[in-house]
């Protein structure tokens, strides 16, 4: 079982800038995609980001031209920089891992989760 550990959230002020890691456990497959997702209180989870093995990427219209998800498949790692931060950003950050080689913005379609790491950003 592939386990997956997000770190890096905290408090940060309107403007500011995050970088969250998540670290998987095992490689989950020969190429594989990751994401990163997030959940306000009260809202659905939404999707933010995803890039698969080959480096190609795409990120939600709220947070284009703000936020990056390079990745490191040697360490079968993906970050999420987040910068020019807004309060409405603030929520709970999930990465998930999906064993397909294409870019997935469905939630149903991955295969891994971490557990979830808070943003903050005060105004």
């Known amino acids: 079982q592939v386990q997956l550990v997000e770190s890096g959230g905290g408090l940060v002020q309107a403007g500011g800038s995050l970088r969250l890691s998540c670290a998987a456990s095992?490689?989950?497959?020969?190429?594989?995609?990751m994401g990163w997702f997030r959940q306000a209180p009260g809202k659905e989870r939404e999707f933010v980001a995803v890039i698969n093995w080959g480096g190609s990427s795409t990120y939600a219209e709220a947070v284009k031209g703000r936020l990056t998800i390079p990745r490191d498949n040697a360490k079968n790692t993906v970050y999420l920089h987040m910068n020019s931060l807004k309060p409405e950003d603030t929520a709970v950050y999930y990465c998930?891992?999906?064993?397909?080689?294409?870019?997935?913005?469905?939630?149903?379609?991955?295969?891994?989760w971490g557990q979830g790491t808070q943003v903050t950003v005060s105004s």
């Open positions: 998930a891992a999906a064993e397909v080689s294409w870019l997935v913005v469905r939630d149903g379609e991955y295969d891994y």
């Open positions: 095992a490689r989950p497959s020969s190429r594989y995609a």
